[in-house]
């Protein structure tokens, strides 16, 4: 699961193109699942325009359908999202038959997405390393510790890095002096060309393969799959 309560921090970005890059580092086949009302991640594939139908109520529920495959990318499928939040939520993760499930989940906490966090592998945390992305943590860790959620599936990824701003430098120190192997040793960084792509409808792999963008999220696609080697890992739930 993706999450941040913090909105504006690549959530979204960060679901889209590691599930590109997963596919391309060998990983199986990967299924994301647009649960946030907003339905960006719908939008940033260029599916919004599809005819309502099937969607992540319908799968939360056990209801058969078929997800959407994502243009361009081979390997790659999404749940689509609902323009209302789902209200209920079963206890059991639901069966996807893919080797991944990454959640792109929404900012608004509720009893439904805690059950979701406490069924997935590793919670993603994105956040730009400064003061108000520190704030957003911390809400989300005392948000988690309230629901009885332990943190240590919790993995914190820095986004819209950019090595030039001391304040980035510094909250990265911090993060990792404090969080230890859970501070993802990745960075994301700024990034224009990463900017452009939920435009065109396209992840970074096809709108600009040889950007920054494209080897960031290739190199947390390696860091996250076993031993970071081409391996498939059957239904891991991100």
Not at 119 to 132: K, Q, R, S, T
Not at 183 to 200: C, T
């Amino acid at each position: 699961m993706i999450c941040n309560q913090k909105g504006g921090v690549g959530k979204t970005t960060t679901a889209a193109n590691l599930g590109a890059a997963l596919v391309r580092a060998g990983a199986g086949r990967v299924l994301l699942v647009d649960l946030d009302p907003q339905m960006h991640l719908t939008a940033a594939l260029g599916l919004a325009s599809e005819e309502p139908g099937w969607s992540v109520a319908d799968w939360l529920a056990g209801r058969p359908g078929e997800p959407l495959a994502v243009p361009d990318e081979p390997g790659l499928w999404l749940v689509p999202g609902a323009p209302e939040a789902p209200a209920v939520v079963g206890e059991a993760f639901p069966d996807s038959g893919f080797d991944w499930v990454l959640i792109d989940a929404p900012p608004s906490w509720s009893d439904g997405l805690a059950r979701l966090m406490q069924g997935a592998d590793l919670v993603i945390c994105p956040l730009e390393p400064d003061f108000l992305g520190l704030q957003g943590l911390n809400r989300l860790l005392r948000t988690m510790q309230g629901a009885g959620l332990d943190w240590s599936r919790l993995r914190l990824l820095a986004t819209r890095v950019s090595d030039r701003l001391a304040v980035h430098r510094e909250v990265r120190a911090r993060l990792a002096e404090r969080f230890g192997e859970s501070f993802l040793p990745v960075a994301i960084r700024s990034s224009v060309k990463l900017a452009e792509a939920p435009g065109r409808g396209r992840t970074i792999f096809t709108h600009a393969p040889a950007s920054t963008g494209a080897s960031d999220h290739a190199a947390l696609a390696r860091l996250l799959m076993p031993s970071g080697r081409r391996a498939r890992r059957k239904g891991t739930r991100t």
